[in-house]
């Protein structure tokens, strides 16, 4: 083995075999390898390797393997898929290591608040700009009152915080809330209590196969005829699993969709030769984040990672993930999202063609304008 | 409106329907459990999987086969429970002699081993699958919309469930299977072949979880895992009823449903350990379950 000082080697922990797989999982390793082939795989005269590992999603082994790779491996940077409380446990590890860590999958705005560090980089979207986004959405549309199905977890709760915020903020109104346990499959019960309640909008705070089940259910029932089903996280994945047949008019946030424009639909192109799938928006972040990182090192002309931290904070992000995103005081990116509205069949002109615009939202409409002041990080 | 015990009565009604849908699919699962180690003394973990395989299975057929959901309803148990068939002919059979142990570790690895095969063809967030056009809409009940392909469910499943006990509680080839469980060298003598009943017997066992995932499939995405979670449940259905009773099995698959239906009602958080607070209350009381022989 050569040593490590010889090589740049990028770390990737995510979920690759349980419910959030098919959301980055090894289209994510996929996208993170198509950045190194851009840079011509090499940074600085390094060659540059990828490390993967399957968290389980139990923060116990994130938090060891990020330790061990740290210690025994030379690792330089280190991405995390899924899973709101395995990074929050890498998080640490990445303070105490001092190793640059790219939060993608995980929505838990905590990551960039309580939870901040000076090497975390929470990079595609969080629970804030999810709420910012499908909430105020809908709320402006008419749909004042609410009813929550949540993931009776952090990201659930999280989630639903952040969007009561919004539909209070613009004088809606939450009638009730109903938490439904993690993996629960018959969701028939909870649906009930949310007709019951007579809101407008079936809020769902929930992801992977909890979302797919709920909507599902909501069809079922008929909940989708007299209430707007809105996802608050949701995955191209989850819609092509669905069908349109099923998820069609459902508002959601991204923080990027394949068909947005030409450099999304090149790079979409590239990754479906390998895949056979469109990427979801966090593959394309996964894209986004190496290249950056990699970036920063060419631009610094070293590894150490407070060089590099400090070049990413001040350097404005340009790519086909997103255009003028920066990295704010607390480890934020703040960049562009887009609430959209899945398509009817008959919209859907062909294949993989599930989402039109609804409304573009500025990185500081989806994420205000100052950092988190929970995070010590944003005092300075 | 009228109220009890402090919630409205529509409400009340609306969960105990639903309850009793849910419950049917435990009485299902669960009964295919408690046949095979009724009869086998087999602790079969692999069950979950087989109900995801019977599910899949639905699934391959209408997309690849052009195979509707009524041919799969038959079909896909007829499939899974070949290769039920198969597991218990290449590698079950051995178990025999040893501690019950190894047929639970056995089948559990089995049943990971589908689910990293299916995981791989088709994904983790699973499929869809349509309820069939004759099942679609809903009965307008006063209190709710009760979802025609529900009633269909507690339909087949009561069926289902009332057939099996029929065929094992009061027919000649009833009383040769549990007379075989009894006492396996003494019925040998007599002239009939235990070993294949037994293989038969793992057989039916999977195809009524194949049956039950078939059933599901319209309601729920079908994906690779959705078994795994159910499987801890419905032993604990069969625990509750007394492992082997096909009658507690039943009866309790209907009853935690109703429970379990109530409890997301009164207080949602627990409606995913209700069942196993009621399994350690029942052990306490009754190790052997309500409807086990002492």
């Known amino acids: 083995m ?33 950045a190194i082939a851009d840079v011509g795989g090499t940074v600085l005269g390094k060659r540059i390797i ?10 116990d082994i994130g938090a060891s393997k990020f330790r061990e790779w740290a210690d025994q491996n030379g690792l330089n940077m280190l991405i995390g898929g899924s899973n709101t409380g395995v990074s929050i446990a890498m998080s640490k590890v990445a303070a105490v290591k001092r190793v640059p860590f790219f939060a993608i999958g995980a929505g838990g705005a905590s990551l960039t608040g309580a939870d901040c560090t000076a090497y975390t980089v929470h990079y595609a979207y969080d629970t804030t ?63 009930l209590q949310a007709q019951a309640s007579g809101a407008q909008v079936l809020g769902l705070a929930n992801a992977g196969t909890d979302f797919s089940n709920s909507l599902k259910g909501a069809n079922e029932f008929g909940l989708t005829k007299t209430m707007t089903p809105a996802a608050l996280l949701a995955f191209i994945s989850d819609i092509h699993s669905l069908t349109l047949q099923t998820a069609q008019g459902l508002y959601l946030t991204t923080a990027w969709y394949w068909d947005l424009n030409e450099e999304t639909r090149a790079f979409a192109k590239r990754f479906f030769a390998k895949m056979h799938k469109e990427p979801t928006m966090t593959q394309a972040a996964y894209y986004s984040a190496t290249l950056q990182y990699l970036n920063a090192v060419k631009a610094v002309g070293s590894t150490d990672s407070d060089l590099v931290m400090a070049h990413l904070k001040q350097a404005k992000i340009n790519d086909m993930f997103t255009k003028n995103g920066y990295v704010r005081a607390d480890g934020l990116m703040v960049h562009t999202m887009y609430v959209m509205q899945v398509k009817t069949p008959a919209e859907s002109k062909y294949p993989w063609d599930y989402y039109k615009v609804i409304k573009v939202m500025t990185g500081e409409e989806a994420d205000g304008l100052q950092p988190d002041p929970t995070c010590s990080l944003a005092k300075k | 409106m009228t109220t009890l015990f402090g919630l409205p009565l529509p ?34 973990f692999a069950h979950g999987a087989f109900y995801m395989l019977g599910a899949f299975a639905a699934y391959i057929g209408l997309q690849f086969l052009g195979v509707n959901y009524w041919c799969a309803l038959i079909l896909a148990p007829l499939a899974v429970g070949l290769l039920g068939i198969a597991v218990e002919r290449l590698f079950l059979r051995h178990l025999y002699q040893l501690d019950p142990l190894y047929g639970l570790l056995l089948t559990f690895g089995i049943a990971l081993i589908a689910e990293g095969i299916m995981r791989g063809l088709f994904g983790a967030s699973g499929k869809s699958y349509p309820v069939p056009a004759v099942l679609q809409g809903g009965f307008n009940l006063g209190f709710m919309v009760l979802p025609i392909y529900r009633a269909w469910v507690v339909l087949v499943s009561l069926t289902v469930c009332g057939m099996t006990w029929f065929l094992i509680e009061r027919t000649g080839l009833g009383a040769m299977l549990r007379a075989a469980t009894e006492n396996a060298r003494l019925v040998q003598a007599f002239g009939i072949n235990v070993p294949l009943l037994v293989m038969s017997t793992y057989g039916a066992g999977v195809a009524l979880a194949a049956l039950a995932g078939v059933l599901a499939a319209p309601v729920i995405q079908v994906s690779p895992l959705m078994g795994s979670s159910l499987v801890i449940v419905v032993f604990a259905v069969v625990v509750i009823g007394g492992m082997g009773s096909i009658v507690g099995a039943i009866v309790s698959g209907l009853v935690l449903g109703l429970i379990e239906g109530l ?3 009164v207080y949602p958080e627990a409606s995913n350990i209700v069942v196993f607070v009621i399994m350690a209350v029942v052990l306490v009381w009754r190790p052997t379950g309500l409807f086990g022989k002492e």
């Open chain 1, 50 to 59: 990828v490390l993967s590992v399957d968290h389980q999603n139990k923060p």
């Open chain 1, 129 to 191: 700009a999810l709420g910012n986004g499908t909430a105020s959405a809908i709320v402006r549309q008419g749909g004042k009152t609410w009813f929550f199905v949540t993931a009776d977890y952090a990201f659930g709760t999280q989630l639903q915080e952040a969007a009561t915020r919004v539909v209070v903020a613009n004088g809606g109104k939450v009638l009730g809330a109903v938490r439904a346990p993690l993996g629960t499959t018959d969701y028939s019960s909870f649906l």
């Open chain 2, 263 to 265: 409890t997301k009602v």
């Open chain 1, 2 to 34: 050569r040593a490590a000082g010889e090589q740049v080697v990028i770390g990737d922990i995510d979920d690759l075999s349980g419910v959030y797989a098919d959301v980055q999982g090894q289209g994510g390793i996929e996208a993170a390898k198509m």
């Open chain 2, 11 to 44: 409400a009340i009604l609306g969960q105990l329907m639903l309850g009793l849908v849910n419950g049917s699919f435990y009485a299902l699962l669960s009964l295919g459990l408690a046949v095979i180690f009724g009869l086998m003394g087999v602790v079969n």
